[in-house]
């Protein structure tokens, strides 16, 4: 609880492997902004320290574990322990032993899908934590804007175009024009090709007899068949 101090690192230096050293560092996520603690040769130990700490939401925003020994297990206890935490902005874990179920674990506890993708779920989701997993990852783009508003919508955006808007079935269609406005980038982002690379993924993906079962459907048949009659009607004289 020192006054002034913000920032700690301490890289290198094996506290991993002494648990009494862990257990006396771990608490200071509390009280600070910044820990880095690379090649510490950090494990399930050291892990599950970390993960009850973060799970009580302390005030420490950016935390480096890069270059340690967390397996797959000690990410899923990491990944969990993000679900009720809202201050951490940054969660670097890059250089560690675990594999693609690691990664997966980390992206849904930050996408809330770890039973499948409900819009509902993504909305709730952490907006505030960004996670750098290593190269081999790509869940780095996830909450990389530093407000929570663009990063919500940028995943409930995502998460509509690649379950092949799936998680629509059942929306009234008339709700489809303020998708397609949310899909032209307002909010989140300025790029006017991916704009029309979401915007044409979505249709793609559109099940456009959904049009003709709404209250919408109904009156275009009828549009078409009152057209149709007229033509027939002025044809037959």
Not at 35 to 42: E, F, P, S
Not at 101 to 116: S, V
Not at 205 to 226: A, F, H, K, N
Request: proline share 3%; net charge positive.
């Amino acid at each position: 609880n020192h006054p002034k101090l913000d920032i700690l690192m301490i890289d290198k230096c094996g506290i991993g492997q002494n648990n009494d050293v862990m257990s006396a560092i771990v608490p200071a996520l509390h009280s600070l902004i910044k820990v880095t603690l690379r090649g510490n040769y950090i494990g399930s130990h050291g892990a599950t320290l970390i993960s009850n700490c973060l799970a009580k939401n302390p005030g420490i925003e950016h935390l480096d574990l890069d270059d340690n020994l967390l397996n797959d297990d000690d990410t899923i206890m990491l990944a969990k322990s993000l679900k009720s935490n809202t201050k951490l902005k940054k969660l670097s874990l890059a250089g560690n032993a675990f594999t693609t179920l690691g990664i997966a674990a980390l992206g849904a506890a930050i996408l809330n899908t770890t039973r499948g993708i409900n819009l509902n779920a993504v909305y709730d989701s952490n907006h505030t934590c960004c996670i750098d997993a290593g190269v081999a990852s790509h869940i780095g783009v996830i909450n990389s804007f530093d407000d929570p508003i663009p990063n919500r919508k940028l995943k409930i955006m995502s998460a509509i175009i690649f379950t092949n808007i799936t998680c629509l079935d059942g929306a009234p269609t008339e709700i489809m024009p303020r998708v397609l406005l949310l899909l032209q980038g307002k909010g989140f982002t300025n790029s006017k090709h991916n704009c029309l690379n979401a915007v044409f993924l979505f249709m793609r993906e559109w099940s456009m007899p959904l049009l003709y079962t709404s209250r919408i459907g109904l009156e275009l048949r009828r549009s078409e068949r009152i057209r149709k009659n007229t033509i027939a009607h002025y044809m037959g004289k």
